[in-house]
């Protein structure tokens, strides 16, 4: 199994920035890509960055392009995403996704609270 655990997220003014850390334990050799995804109340879960095993691969959500910079570690088995310029409506829980060797299932982490106020 892996588990992941994020943390990094709080309230932060418009304009604002914060970093996100998700560090992951257990069967490391099993990961594959890793990313963060996000969900607001009342919304569905939705990708935000994901990065593949050797960094080589990024893909961003059009809403954060420009803003929001994801980068991987995997010396400390970490990812993180720098977020600058933060918006109200990136308010969200953000959750860690971690894809496995041999598996379609993903492993999530428990989720970090980001609040943006105005």
């Known amino acids: 199994q892996v588990q992941l655990v994020e943390s990094g997220g709080g309230l932060v003014q418009a304009g604002g920035s914060l970093r996100l850390s998700c560090v992951a334990s257990g069967r490391i050799f099993a990961i594959l890509a890793m990313g963060w995804y996000r969900q607001a109340p009342g919304n569905q879960r939705e990708l935000v960055a994901m990065?593949?095993?050797?960094?080589?691969?990024?893909t961003y959500a059009d809403s954060v392009k420009g803003r929001f910079t994801i980068s991987r570690d995997n010396a400390k088995n970490t990812v993180y995403l720098q977020m600058n310029s933060l918006k109200r409506e990136d308010t969200a829980v953000y959750y860690c996704?971690?894809?496995?060797?041999?598996?379609?299932?993903?492993?999530w982490g428990q989720g970090t609270q980001v609040t943006v106020s105005s």
């Open positions: 996704k971690a894809d496995l060797r041999a598996t379609i299932v993903p492993t």
């Open positions: 990065v593949s095993s050797g960094g080589g691969t990024i």
